[in-house]
Nanobody, 122 residues
Framework: QVQLVESGGGLVQPGGSLRLSCAAS????????MGWYRQAPGKQRELVAT???????NYADSSKGRFTISGDNAKNTVYLQMNSLKPEDTAVYYC????????????????WGQGTQVAVSS
C-alpha cells in the first residue's frame, strides 16, 4: 500500500510561482520514478514532468524553461517548482510514483495522489 500526499497548490497571479511537494509513504521496496501530471477541466490528464531515482528528468514542452522537478530519495519526496505561471497552467496537479512493492517485484505499480488545485488568475 502506497500513499502519496501532495501539498503546495493554491491561487497565484500570472507570472507568479508555486512549489508543489509530494511525499510517498507506506509499505514498499523502492520507488523507480516520480512525477507530476495535471488535468484541466474538460481535458485529459497530461504529463508535466518526471524524475527517475537516478535523477534523470523529463519535461513536457509546456513545462520546459519554467518548471523544475527535483527529488529527495531519502525522503521519498518529489518537488515541482513552477515559475512564470500562466492561466493555462490552471489544473489539478497529480503526483505519480512508479513503485516496486517488494524486492522480488519485476514490475512497478502506479500510485497516484489525490491531486492539488493550482489556479492562475488575476
Amino acid at each position: 500500500q502506497v500513499q502519496l500526499v501532495e501539498s503546495g497548490g493554491g491561487l497565484v497571479q500570472p507570472g507568479g510561482s508555486l512549489r508543489l511537494s509530494c511525499a510517498a509513504s507506506g509499505t514498499f521496496f523502492s520507488i523507480s520514478a516520480m512525477g507530476w501530471y495535471r488535468q484541466a477541466p474538460g481535458k485529459q490528464r497530461e504529463l508535466v514532468a518526471t524524475i527517475s531515482r537516478g535523477g534523470s528528468t523529463n519535461y513536457a514542452d509546456s513545462s520546459k524553461g519554467r518548471f523544475t522537478i527535483s527529488g529527495d530519495n531519502a525522503k521519498n519526496t518529489v518537488y515541482l517548482q513552477m515559475n512564470s505561471l500562466k492561466p493555462e497552467d490552471t489544473a489539478v496537479y497529480y503526483c505519480h510514483a512508479a513503485v516496486y512493492i517488494t524486492i522480488a517485484s519485476f514490475r512497478t505499480v502506479d500510485s497516484w495522489g489525490q491531486g492539488t488545485q493550482v489556479a492562475v488568475s488575476s
